[in-house]
């Protein structure tokens, strides 16, 4: 069992830049992948950025750029930076966790096991 909690989400304006973390803890030496994934009000939850043990990462088209997802494997922290933020970057962003063998395409969150309780990230106008 892997326990994911995220923090940092916050409200900022339009081209501001914030920061989420999300510590792991449990049995993360399982964890092959690991993944942010933000979900806006009648949307579907979509993937934003993943990274692998192996340290590659990959992003979604819309924050390539402008994200950047990181991790600390000694202190198990995976960590999003977020800059140049828009409004349509509005969601509850969620930290996921691929146990085993990273198989399937990172940007479906069925490919995650473990999830945490989300953070929100609000951009004004």
């Known amino acids: 069992q892997v326990l994911l909690v995220e923090s940092g989400g916050d409200s900022v304006q339009a081209g501001g830049s914030l920061r989420l973390s999300c510590a792991a803890s449990?049995?993360?030496?399982?964890?092959?992948?690991m993944g942010w994934f933000r979900q806006a009000p009648g949307k579907e939850r979509e993937g934003v950025a993943a990274?692998?043990?192996?340290?590659?990462?990959t992003y979604a088209d819309s924050v390539k750029g402008r994200f950047t997802i990181s991790q600390d494997n000694a202190k198990n922290m995976v960590y999003l930076q977020m800059n140049s933020l828009k409004p349509e970057d509005t969601a509850m962003y969620y930290c996921?966790?691929?146990?085993?063998?990273?198989?399937?395409?990172?940007?479906?969150?069925?490919?995650?096991?473990?999830w945490g309780q989300g953070t929100q990230v609000t951009v004004s106008s």
């Open positions: 449990g049995q993360t030496y399982t964890t092959s992948r």
């Open positions: 990274i692998y043990r192996s340290g590659t990462t």
């Open positions: 996921a966790a691929n146990p085993g063998y990273a198989g399937g395409p990172w940007s479906n969150p069925t490919n995650y096991k473990h």
